[in-house]
């Protein structure tokens, strides 16, 4: 085989490669708006979805295999490994197969969920980063622009909105993302710059009215760590992050959010995260090597054993615990020690990969501190999930992305 034959048919394979890749995100744009339904029959229509989503992701990976994984670091897939590993061993021990498959109710992020995120992350590395901030920013700017009119026609309230996704925290983080991928359009497209503008303003509005306080103070750090980071504390910098700053705090005045300025609600939830946290984490000591089942953080957080009063009263109230607001947490839980600090290390190092190495992927690196930041006191869900695993995934794309 000649050396032209064998770099067309290379080049072709990339852009096969890149052609799966819109395959995958097709499916996943749609992930957000499987509305018709109350929130239940929603989620199990989106976990459907993400199902697809793995099963199409993983073919594909076996096929384009060297394309997909060329330049990934051995520590990189090992890290990935000892996650899978244990997500699939505690599926197989643990008793509820079903949760462990498929997830818990209202979250659907079980042994197939995850998989079919990694999956997707791995797939889209075939797609140019340029063109999947674009992709990214529209879905995400048009949920946040349906959310208000969603809100309105179902809830006859903007107080707290949660739009398409029914979470208001979730709404938020989305919004967040979106407005640090449009903070990188901004310099790729200058000429259309006042559209930009009117999106950027329109994700900053909703992610107010989400009152989201982890969204709201991780943006402000990132966007500090972002100035750090690439050393861009230029007039014309400072001028444009101070206008941003002046509009977030004006913003707060303005909406008279209580919620967000209300310091005594603010340590109550605090208090509130850390005692379930506190729960969580005795909870993890009695089953350290399988976990609970990838799904089943519920049987973990069981209410009657949980004792403070304030979580009690959760209890009585007829919820139960799907989560211990700290998804890192969540995950040990789910499937034990070795899988979960798996996790926490692999965010850790790709997201420090990221940042470290300034290029068109470094955004994403962005918005998946931002995702981990929020991890941290809060509950997740199918979109914010699979929206981690693209932008973790994203640093060894370079070099290798036509499409």
Known sequence: MSHKTHHSRHYIEKIRGSAYGYAAFMFMGVLSFLVPFDSGRNI????????LVGIFSWITIALQWHI?????????????????????ISLLVNPHKTYGLLGAPYIRLG?????????????????RAERLMVWLYGILLSVSLTAIPYNVLRFHSIGRIGGVFAQADILGIGSACGFLIGLALLGTYPHLKKYL?????????????????????????VILVKLVTERRLTIKTCVLYGAISVVTISGLGLLSLQRLTNLSYANESLRYRLSLQGYAIEATLHKPLVGYGPGNVADALACPTLHTAQLQQTCREGYFFNSSHDIFIDRILAIGWIGGLSFVTLT????FIGLRRPSEDTMFAYCALL?????????????????????????YARGKSRG
């Not at 303003?201 to 009215?209: I, K, Q």
């Not at 509950?379 to 995934?393: K, S």
């Open 371 to 395: 995702i981990a930041g929020y991890y941290v006191t809060n509950v997740t869900n199918i979109e914010v999930e699979l929206l981690l695993w693209i932008c973790l995934l994203r640093p």
């Open 68 to 88: 997909i994984f060329q330049g990934q670091p051995k520590r990189v897939t090992l890290l990935l490994l000892a996650f899978i590993i244990p997500l699939l």
């Open 197 to 221: 503008i009117v999106g950027q303003a329109s994700l900053l509005l909703v992610l107010f009215l989400t009152q989201t306080r982890a969204a709201l103070f991780l943006l402000g750090l």
């Open 348 to 351: 850790i190092l790709l997201v």
């Open 44 to 51: 199990d229509m989106q976990g459907l979805v993400l199902l």
């Open 111 to 127: 042994a197939t969920g995850f998989l079919a995120c990694i999956g997707g992350g791995l797939l889209l590395r075939t797609i």
